[in-house]
């Protein structure tokens, strides 16, 4: 077996000699890199979005009104369904919340749609986390509102003590998170039950989650489909509740699909390039590899150079394309979009585009496998 | 004196392109054999067939009927897998348009010439440094083709050929692309490689002039070798 800093060798010369060629299969590879990073990173930051609160919560068991397809827009329920999920065997602990829409009044005069999430007074299965200023405890306060930083912009709210109305209800913020966004873009605020119904026009005694808290030793999956055969009500773990969350954005609305295309059309673009780029180059060297068979070289030898050659471009192209998709995530960033690029994903990139380059270089393979020796002599 | 034992022999070599209409005699009933020491020229008018014979010659192709014998194994009879280290061990080739990879320099060349036809050889750069030295490029082992002129280029070809020290060059139209100097150069280097090294050099040429470098003219017409002519070597005279 020839020796790999040998091929590493030939290969790396072979590519590097013309500067020109290779900078435009290190830019295909390093777009197709960056597309794909980013495009997955940018979904997987939604869909970090579409189910943080449940992922930050600790309740076993999440209940809510029969037939909610959707997080954010789930039916309501009424005390009487909180009174059966608590008396439930099973459950050791209960607490409502509710998660709606009202419109935040802004100090310009305009408006902005927010989802308001009520919070039971003494509350220990969600709280608001990330809290970089004021006391999150006062939300139970009459109007106390906990708002995000990052949603400043849309808020024009950047200071504990700052004082609004959401639809006609009066609200203080008493402090401040960051980075807890929606899926929907529409800014989480933070409230006391009470105040919350008021900010989304909810009836007294009306909200749309229960969280459960399970007895020690309960089966949670067990004590969800108890609690399903409840009237009017369905439940799921806080895992499947998390899933269903972001199942729904990415497969019912098509976004999973969008994003996905795009990061498909950016392995397509790496793929052609890098191809070309390789075709071009073994054509270009056809006589001399053709030399080294006719020599007695084996196919074996020459085919991994063309593969080292290819990894090559996957290696510059991970590393360039890793840098530009983590400069768009910084600018990103400064417009309010999370793109997370989770160590799954930047493993998983970098293996689809060591795949890709190989698959890439096959038009080179299969036109070197089938290179006749004998060839050497024609012209 | 006894004759040395042939390199490589061709024994009523048949090579049939083609069939029906299209068939082409590309070679037809060709006898030949190649002693060590000996530079043999082939000699043609174009499409005569001399590419043919050196290719088969060379182990590259098939004949379509006929035997090939190396080193006095009949090689026809063994599987093509088994050919590429035969073709390692025993021959060396060298091209009117050189094929020397333009990103290497000319050790570089060398040296992945004799990797490649052996995995095994170890310190192949030294080895590419002194087959370079032997063709009197010493100072030139660091650079690349493209800054070689074309004899330089021919010699570095050379040294790739002697790479694994194979008892036979082919050499298909070696200085075609040579001015006259530069290509008389090449030929005394190869009658060297014949005379001082004892290897066999088979040589295809349109070139008349280097009939004087020969030992011996097979002259190819219309796919036959109708000729092999042994010619006296000006040194031995």
């Known amino acids: 077996m020839l020796s790999v800093p040998i091929v590493w060798t030939l290969a790396r010369k072979i590519l590097l000699h013309d ?297 510059v192209g991970m590393v360039l394309g890793g840098g530009l998709a983590l400069a768009s995530k910084a600018a990103m960033a400064g417009a309010n979009l999370n793109v997370l690029l989770t160590q799954n994903l930047v493993i998983t990139t970098a293996v689809l585009t060591a795949v890709m380059c190989c698959l890439a270089s096959l038009l080179s393979v299969i036109k070197v496998l089938r290179l006749d020796p004998a060839s050497v002599f024609k012209g | 004196m006894n004759q040395p034992a042939p390199i490589a022999t061709l024994s009523g070599v048949t090579k049939i392109y083609g069939s029906g209409e299209t068939q082409v005699n590309a070679l037809e009933d060709a006898d030949l054999s190649v002693y060590p020491g000996e530079i043999l020229l082939i000699e043609g008018p174009s499409g005569s067939g001399k590419t043919t014979l050196i290719s088969i010659l060379g182990l590259l192709l098939r004949p379509t009927r006929g035997d090939v014998f190396v080193r006095g194994e009949r090689v026809t009879a063994l599987p093509q897998r088994a050919l590429p280290p035969i073709r390692a061990g025993t021959f060396g080739f060298i091209f009117q348009g050189f094929n020397l990879f333009p990103a290497l320099t000319a050790e570089e060349n060398v040296a992945i010439a004799i990797k490649m036809k052996d995995p095994r050889a170890r310190n192949a750069n030294a080895e590419a440094r002194r087959l370079l030295a032997s063709v009197g490029l010493e100072n030139r082992m660091h650079h690349k083709p493209g800054d070689l002129s074309g004899g330089q280029k021919q010699r570095v070809a050379i040294a790739r050929a002697l790479g694994g020290n194979p008892p036979m060059i082919i050499g298909d139209e070696p200085t075609a692309a040579l001015d006259t100097k530069t290509a008389l150069g090449v030929m005394a280097l190869l009658r060297e490689l014949a005379t001082v090294q004892g290897r066999a050099v088979v040589v295809v040429t349109h070139d008349p002039r280097l009939a004087k470098f020969a030992d011996r003219v097979a002259r190819v017409e219309d796919g036959r070798v109708v000729a092999v002519e042994k010619i006296e070597h000006p040194q031995a005279a």
């Open chain 1, 19 to 315: 500067r020109i060629k290779f900078s435009v299969a290190a830019a295909g590879v390093s777009i197709s890199v960056m597309l794909v990073l980013v495009q997955i990173g940018l979904f997987l930051g939604f869909m970090q979005n579409a189910s943080n609160l449940i992922d930050h919560a600790t309740a076993d068991v999440w209940v809510t009104g029969e037939g909610s397809e959707n997080f954010d827009f789930s039916a309501p329920i009424d005390d009487r369904s909180f009174y059966k999920v608590a008396s439930t065997p099973g459950v050791a602990h209960a607490e409502r919340m509710l998660l709606a829409f009202g419109q935040f009044r802004l100090a310009d005069g305009g408006t902005q749609g927010v989802q308001v999430v009520g919070l039971e007074p003494g509350g220990r299965l969600l709280r608001p986390w990330h809290v970089v200023d004021g006391d999150p405890r006062r939300i139970h306060e009459p109007g106390g509102i906990v708002v995000d930083v990052s949603e400043a912009a849309k808020l024009k709210v950047d200071k504990v003590g700052e004082r609004r109305e959401i639809f006609g209800a009066r609200a203080e913020v008493v402090a401040l998170t960051k980075g807890i966004r929606s899926f929907t873009t529409s800014p989480f605020v933070w409230a006391d039950l009470d105040s919350a119904r008021a900010y989304a026009l909810y009836p007294a005694d009306r909200f749309n989650y229960v969280m459960v808290e399970a007895a020690p030793g309960v089966d949670r999956e067990a004590l969800a489909r108890r609690l399903s055969e409840l009237p009017g009500l369905d439940a799921y773990t806080g895992p499947t509740m998390s899933a269903r969350a972001r199942d729904y954005w990415s497969s019912r609305t098509g976004v999973g699909a969008g994003f996905f295309t795009t990061a498909a059309l950016g392995v397509i673009v790496g793929l052609v390039v890098v191809g070309q780029i390789l075709y071009n180059g073994t054509l270009e060297h056809l006589k001399e590899y053709g030399t080294l068979k006719a020599m007695g070289a084996r196919n074996s030898a020459i085919l991994r150079v063309i593969v080292y050659q290819a990894l090559i471009s996957a290696v």
